[in-house]
């Protein structure tokens, strides 16, 4: 037999018996590829499989074209194995590594055996990932850990190139990288064809049939990548970018974040040493805050300690929680936070350079558009584009959408630090201060629709800082659980402009939007945060002499104390606010003020002084036409009525207040009227008709969101079924008013609920319950009094 025979009779045997063995290749190569969840044996047999099926299809193809007597293609002369070492102390992403995995091993060697549509869906798209997201997350290192633990299922190599498009780089061109790729796959440079296509051609001729792992590191933007990618399904690519890159077609996106608390705090232990941050892990927990949990800032962290070890954990704690120095502290060698995120600050237009800058204005948790729509004074579309733009690079954290369909935004904390340093560099002063202006302008805008909800009627002493109204807004006036639910929204950023308005000195805007803020503050009982405003700006007032801030803020705090039980700097407060507002002529708030002492007077049980209080203030009231604190009166001159057992005076006076509050549209003022009514109908015996007016009161405090105002409604009600012998559900009220005045800390309160259930419990026979209630009791009375003068007043429920 002629040697040329005998070769063909060989290569035909060899391509038969290659042939049974491809077919088994498949079958199971289809069978894995039906598994929706591969268990982890899967791994070993999938890297079989593959290898077997690229070595029968590469010999197959060779002997196909050497019996044309064409040099075989799709084969590299040599292996490539070009990943750079895994990073040292990676620590974490164990979901993303654990996806990733199950999508290369999802993927079929042959797509076409695929049948079910879902299957084929699935393995077109895990051809090509992109992990992406903001500088220093560690998309490379994730990559590299990536590759080298796919590297078994792609034995014919794998490419790692370094597309360089990060900000401040020069970004390699598609074909540069492809004459690269194509000489390490053996071609030879001088059959490389120069043209972009055609170069896109030969490289995916080249990797046909090849099992490749091929990493795209530092990517651009899609047109970048989208040469690059083989056309075979046998390969897998892993690309690394700060975009999202959504115009590449068929790739996967996985958006890489910062560590999950954990993983920082192990991360930082194996740079400092794990038994330095368990020594100290309160500090450790600062440190990786600090560092908002991004890896680079964390190795940073790590590394600088390592390099100290005479430092505590502490002592740096202590030096990365001052935001103005903490940027100059992340920083070792050639590892530098600043830098990396100056990269893609530089990178953007002036214009998106400068919103950013300005968005540091105010250290908010979150915020929508409308500050950077205030601080540009530019129109809606303007900043949401904007907005949009600082998303896509990773220079704000977009948090979804609000209930009323507002994107709301974020700064990681590092960003942030980084903006506010630029931006007293870069932005004049008096532009900063403009900008600010014009963002209280806006809060004092939506706190004004707040205080028409909540006060309608009331007066103020004139506004002296300016609106500003965002262009085109809707002059209609909103229904009140939007108008509440809005201002929830919002509330902690206006906490955050009042805060910024007196760092930098302007006292008047931070005084104006914090008696705003208080009228949303006392609905909800967020005493503390109310102190914990109210009381800087009235250091600020008091600084700068402005006396008629100071009287606003004082008549805020006397209504606060009084509220927290410290009776006596009510009195100061609001003696002090009266005689302000009395000399400059401020009939509006003088009656208010007078109002509010009455209360007072009535709460310590000084009832004299209380009636001549109230009366002042309702002369007051009805001689300069204050509608609001004329029915406020009223109702508190009832109430004094009703402790005198003169229930039928309190229902006349209460009535006068109903259709003074219904006049104006009081409807918050209204449910305490009705409230009142209730007592007034249980003093003289009519359950059904006090019960109507305790439940028409709490419909409203609901609709208002009035917690307070429902707590005290549900321990009437109590005392009501208490009183006709319904002991359950005098129970069930009175143990729902105690939740609410616990969760609203309001002790006072929670000290009379507790007293009445003691007596509840002790005539049930409830001993053991009587006892622990009261033990709650004497721990609260004690905690009342480094808080309150005197003892607790009597009130009735």
């Known amino acids: ?34 598994l929706n969840s591969p268990p982890p044996w899967v791994l070993g047999v999938g890297t079989a499989v593959g290898a077997v099926g690229s070595a029968l299809s590469v010999r197959v193809n060779a002997l196909l074209e050497q019996a044309r007597d064409l040099p075989p293609t799709g084969t590299a002369s040599f292996t490539i194995r070009q990943l750079p070492p895994v990073v040292a102390h990676f620590t974490g ?154 115009g590449l077609d068929g790739s996967v996106p996985l958006e890489v974040r910062v560590l999950e608390h954990d993983q920082a705090i192990a991360l930082l232990g194996k740079l400092a040493g794990e038994r330095r941050v368990e020594t100290d892990a309160e500090a450790a927990v600062e440190i990786v805050r600090s560092c908002g949990l991004l890896p680079l800032a964390v190795r940073i962290a790590g590394a600088r300690l390592a390099a100290r070890p005479g430092w505590s954990l502490a002592h740096f704690a202590r030096r990365l929680a001052d935001q103005n120095q903490r940027l100059g502290e992340l920083q070792a060698g050639s590892l530098d936070v600043r830098a990396s995120i100056s990269l893609g600050v530089d990178a953007q237009t002036p214009t998106v350079r400068r919103a950013l800058l300005l968005l540091a204005l105010c250290d908010a948790p979150s915020f929508s558009t409308r500050p950077l729509q205030a601080a540009l004074n530019t129109t809606a579309q303007n900043a949401e584009q904007t907005m949009e733009e600082l998303t896509e690079a990773q220079l704000l954290e977009a948090m979804g959408h609000d209930v009323f369909g507002e994107a709301r935004y974020r ?117 503390n945060e109310w102190e914990n405003l109210q009381v800087p700006v009235l250091e600020a007032c008091r600084r700068d002499g402005d006396e008629m801030s100071e009287a606003v803020t004082l008549a805020d705090l006397a209504l606060l104390r009084r509220l927290q039980g410290r009776l006596e ?109 209730g007592d007034a109908y249980r003093e003289q015996g009519d359950d059904d008709r006090a019960l109507r007016q305790y439940m028409m009161s709490s419909n409203l405090m609901e609709k208002f969101g009035d917690r307070r105002g429902m707590a005290r409604n549900l321990g009437a009600i109590g005392a009501l079924h208490q009183r006709m012998s319904r002991p359950e559900q005098a129970l069930e009220c009175y143990s729902e008013s105690l939740d609410i005045f616990r969760d609203l800390g309001d002790r006072q309160w929670q000290v009379r609920i507790l007293k009445t259930l003691v007596e509840l419990h002790e005539k049930a026979g409830q001993t053991e319950l009587a006892e622990a209630r009261w033990a709650e009791v004497e721990v609260l009375i004690r905690s009342l009094n480094g808080a309150t003068q005197g003892s607790l007043p009597a009130r009735r429920l």
């Open 411 to 527: 700064f990681h904390d590092l960003v942030r630090d980084y903006a506010a340093e630029r931006l007293v560099t870069e932005v004049p002063e008096h532009d900063r201060r403009a900008a600010l202006d014009r963002i209280v302008g806006f809060c004092l805008h939506q706190a004004g629709q707040i205080e028409r909800l909540l006060l309608p009627g009331s007066h103020r002493p004139p506004r002296r800082t300016a609106l500003w109204v965002p262009p085109g807004a809707d002059d209609e006036e909103a229904a009140a659980e939007d108008v509440l639910a809005r201002f929830a929204t919002e509330y902690e950023f206006h906490m955050c402009v009042v805060r910024e308005a007196l760092a930098v000195g302007a006292t008047v805007p931070a005084a104006e939007l914090a008696s705003k803020v208080v009228t949303y503050q006392d609905s909800r009982a967020l005493w």
């Open 569 to 677: 700097q009510a009195e100061r407060d609001g003696r002090r606010a009266l005689v302000i507002f009395s000399q400059a002529g401020e009939h509006a708030a003088t009656a208010s003020c007078l109002s509010d002492l009455g209360w007072l007077h009535r709460v310590r049980g000084e009832h004299e002084q209380a009636r001549t209080h109230l009366r002042q203030a309702l002369a007051v009231a009805d001689e300069y036409e204050v509608p609001r604190t004329r029915g406020w009166s009223l109702q508190m001159l009832a109430d004094l009525e009703i402790d005198g057992e003169n229930p039928r005076a309190a229902l006349e006076l209460l009535e006068l207040s109903r259709e003074t509050l219904e006049a104006i549209g009081d409807h918050r003022g209204l449910a305490w009227t009705f409230r009142i009514m």
């Open 1 to 34: 037999m002629p040697a040329t025979a005998r070769g063909r009779r060989k290569g035909n045997i060899q391509i038969a018996t290659l042939a049974i063995v491809w077919l088994a290749a498949v079958a199971i190569a289809a069978t894995l590829s039906a």
């Open 93 to 246: 992403r164990e979901a993303l590594l654990r996806e990733v995995r199950e999508l290369a091993l999802l993927r079929p060697l042959w797509p076409w055996l695929v049948t079910r549509k879902h299957d084929r869906s699935r393995a077109t798209k895990t051809n090509v990932l992109t992990l992406w997201g903001r500088g220093g997350v560690g998309k490379t290192a994730l990559a590299i850990q990536l590759g080298h633990s796919l590297a078994p299922l792609f034995p014919d190599g794998q490419i790692y190139v370094d597309l360089r498009g990060a900000p401040g780089s020069v970004p390699r061109s598609p074909a540069d990288v492809l004459a690269m790729m194509l000489r390490d796959l053996g071609t030879d440079a001088a059959s490389i064809p120069e043209g972009l296509d055609d170069q896109a051609r030969m490289f995916r001729s080249r990797t046909s049939g090849l099992r490749l792992l091929i990493i795209l590191d530092n990517a651009q933007s899609e047109d970048q990548v989208r040469y690059l990618l083989p056309g075979t399904a046998t390969t897998m690519t892993i690309v690394t970018s700060r975009s999202q890159l959504p």
